[in-house]
């Protein structure tokens, strides 16, 4: 049996599985066994089971064996963001308001996983209730950057990102409500995709805001993620706004080639405030899509920058009114020794949330009230319609968008204090959120032993294309399955 599976793709590994070179048991015991070596140091983990785990990859073995249909990635062990629920496991959300909570049934995302014979590994650390862009914010433990333990994982989905970067697993699901799946991917040198608003089922999964939500995989290859995409992209009458995608399946249909193919670079999206390196490093992805065919065109989209005033309005409004239900009454942390019910849902509510947590239902509240609705929530509406608007226009220009994912390699972990400060991070993300379209973020440089994240942007229900773009990026970096030498392990 090879020594180090956790340092190979899911697509590798799958083709190993299907060839029976290896076992879905020995691959998973080899999982285990690093997760066990990182985790004291890297912090992705919130659960892990591995005996269901095992339980799961002896099934696979035997259906296997009897020579039954199976998936490209039956077999192959993933982890799930901790706000996405799986029957019968824990779901914390990184909250202290939801610690010892178990959900009875399973997100449709994590059906389809079990039913496409993923193994689950675990469920990983977030920012409390996908709030933050560190994983800084998590009541319950710490995440570190596999690359630089010193440094943040990114969030809010930095277990996900860190669990696959450490390899702990060759994928993992996460969540994207403005960069939650992209900022980590590019802090942490994965590939993360946020899909199409509607490609994929948010049943199960803890609303933030929901018309922004939108769960994706993080993997280590854009191969990888084309194949879990393919997984999870299924309509769901369960959820309202579910589609199913045009795109069809992406997975194994891949092809680098970029000729002719138009890639937008908006201007606003260079400018002040991202750093140098940064910069450098987005400059030879775009020299080297060039010199593979591309080309390059100088588009501008004047109302970005409206979307971090209009992101936050919209989303903390949303998140307000979705965290309501977490009173201490059904379910969840409720303080004791109460004296009356509004006692009740201040002290339990005070008590458990965490302070990003109650500043954004402060500000989602307020923007929502009597007096202050038209002034902000409603004109913050309007504004996102002009901005989905501009997004379509320029698409008529371009093919993909191609941007930085973030301002910044990732950052020391605690070195952000002013919230405005940590928001600004978001700059690069939070218009695909608002315009419901899809982006991916893959690694493109590394500077001072952190990777550098690109992101690409397209029109709704552009996966494909958006996918072919990210390979000839990676093909031409060199930085597929960047796994992480993760100091005090390797």
């Known amino acids: 049996m090879p020594e180090k599976l956790y340092t190979k793709t899911a697509a590798e590994l799958s083709e190993l599985l299907v060839s029976k070179k290896i076992s879905s048991v020995e691959l998973t015991e080899n999982v285990f066994s690093r997760i066990k070596a990182c985790e004291p140091l890297v912090g992705a983990y919130i659960t892990y089971d591995e005996e269901a785990a095992m339980k799961k990859a002896v099934e696979i ?25 799986v029957a019968g496991r824990k779901m914390t959300n990184a909250s202290k308001m939801l610690e010892n909570f178990v959900p009875h049934y399973s997100a449709t995302v994590a059906e389809l996983c079990d039913e496409a014979g993923l193994v689950l590994t675990g469920k990983v650390n977030l920012d409390e209730f996908a709030m933050g862009s560190t994983c800084d914010n998590s009541a319950l433990q710490k995440t570190s950057n596999p690359h630089d333990l010193s440094h943040v994982a990114g969030g809010s989905s930095g277990g996900s990102a860190a669990s696959v970067s450490a390899g702990e697993v060759p994928l993992s699901l996460g969540s994207d409500t403005g960069g939650s799946i992209r900022g980590p991917a590019s802090y942490c040198g994965v590939v993360g995709l946020k899909p199409t608003y509607g490609a994929v089922s948010r049943y199960g999964v803890t609303a933030f805001g929901s018309s922004l939500d939108q769960v994706g995989p993080l993997a280590r290859s854009v191969e990888d993620a084309a194949l879990l995409l393919d997984v999870i992209a299924k309509k769901d009458l369960k959820d309202a706004r579910s589609k199913a995608a045009p795109f069809g399946s992406v997975g194994g249909k891949l092809c680098d080639d970029v000729k002719k193919m138009k890639i937008g670079i908006p201007t606003e999206y260079f400018s002040a405030g991202i750093r140098d390196d940064v910069l450098e490093a987005i400059s030879k992805s775009v020299d080297g899509l060039k010199a593979q065919g591309a080309e390059i065109v100088e588009i501008s989209l004047p109302m970005i920058k409206y979307a971090i005033p209009i992101y936050y309005v919209i989303s903390s409004a949303e998140a307000s009114s979705n965290l309501a239900k977490f009173d201490g009454v059904r379910y969840g942390y409720r303080a004791k020794d109460v004296v009356d019910l509004l006692d009740l849902y201040t002290r339990s509510r005070s008590e458990a949330f965490g302070d990003e947590v109650k500043r954004r239902i402060m500000l989602g509240t307020f923007v929502l009230s009597s007096g202050f609705y038209d002034a902000y929530y409603n004109r913050a509406v309007k504004a996102r319609a002009k901005l989905q608007k501009e997004f379509s226009d320029i698409f008529t220009r371009c093919d993909v968008i191609l941007t930085p994912a973030t301002p910044s390699t ?20 939070v218009s695909a959120n608002i315009a419901g379209i899809p982006a991916i973020a893959l690694p493109c440089g590394i500077s001072n032993g952190l990777p550098v994240g690109v992101q690409l942007m ?3 229900w552009s996966e494909h294309t958006l996918l072919n773009a990210a390979l000839a990026i990676e093909s031409q970096s060199g930085l597929k399955n960047l796994t992480a030498s993760v100091k005090g392990v390797d």
Do not use: F, Q, W
């Open 61 to 85: 073995d035997e259906k296997r064996a009897r020579g039954e249909d199976l998936s490209p990635l039956a077999g192959v062990p993933m982890s799930i963001k901790d706000n996405i629920c």
């Open 410 to 429: 990732a950052i020391k972990s605690g070195s952000i204090i002013d919230p405005v400060e940590a928001y600004m991070a978001d700059i690069c993300t």
């Open 458 to 460: 397209g029109p709704h």
